[in-house]
């Protein structure tokens, strides 16, 4: 099953998934998961040893709802999926630092990648499960946990909009130097992911490309259970 996910990923149409964040700021990815996969992620949920840490996000004003974070070992599928998505997703990366300057370039393999946040004292994985019941959404945010960060993430559906629950659209907003900010909705189908930006991308201006900060959430959760893998790839301090 993991080995059938990563060629899912190679053969995804790659110039397609630049073009969409080029010109919108996120990418669909259609059918990443089958539906007996998303079941798995989102079984591993009951078992409390899995995770290093959890958030309840009312407790901290972040939202409603609960969030956790993947210990070692992150279950296989996730682990594959993190590692598969990342060489694609690393030429998109350099290709923005070369428009908004930057540090070092990112390297095309992910376990270069984490030890060199590992280098900067950034040890704890960051993909994480969510679980949003009725009444539950998340604010708008961004994911940065040190210095080092990756400038792309991935949020994959487990449950059908519709059936398993109604409401709780995947939400990001871009703000614009001098210019009102763009809202986005998406409707996440089981399986399917978009890739968007941890905090900024780049935007073509008429003279040059400008820093578009952008922030991510969810809608408040109307029906049912709604449950989303978050793929995040630099790790925690």
């Known amino acids: 099953m993991p080995d059938d996910i990563a060629a899912r990923i190679r053969v995804l149409d ?28 989102a079984r591993v949920w009951e078992d409390r040893e899995r995770f290093r ?20 070992p992150i279950p296989r599928i996730v682990e594959r999926l993190r590692a598969a998505l990342y060489p694609p997703l690393a030429p998109i ?7 908004l300057g930057g540090e070092e370039p990112f390297p095309a393999d992910l376990d ?14 960051t993909p994480l499960l969510l679980r949003y019941g009725p009444g539950d959404y998340n ?10 960060a990756f400038p792309l993430q991935v949020a994959v559906g487990l449950d059908r909009p519709g059936r398993d629950y109604e409401g709780g659209e995947f939400l990001l907003l871009e703000q614009r130097p001098r210019a009102q900010s763009r809202g986005t909705a998406i409707v996440l ?17 008429r003279q040059r490309a400008y820093r578009a900060a952008m922030r991510h959430g969810a809608s408040e959760v109307t029906r049912g259970v709604r449950r989303v893998l978050g793929i995040i790839f630099h790790d925690a301090a």
């Open 53 to 72: 840490s959890a958030v309840v996000m009312e407790r901290l004003r972040f939202g409603r709802g609960e969030y956790r974070y993947f210990a070692h």
């Open 14 to 41: 790659w110039p397609a998934v630049t073009a969409a964040l080029t010109e919108r700021g996120f990418a669909r990815l259609l059918g990443l998961l089958r539906a007996e996969e998303c079941d798995a992620v």
């Open 93 to 99: 990366a350099n290709a923005w630092r070369a428009t």
């Open 189 to 205: 189908a089981q399986g399917e992911a978009v890739v968007f930006p941890s905090w900024a991308r780049p935007v073509a201006g």
């Open 139 to 148: 604010c708008l945010h961004q994911d940065l946990y040190g210095r080092v």
């Open 112 to 125: 270069e990648f984490l030890a060199r946040c590992a280098a900067q004292g950034q040890h704890r994985p």
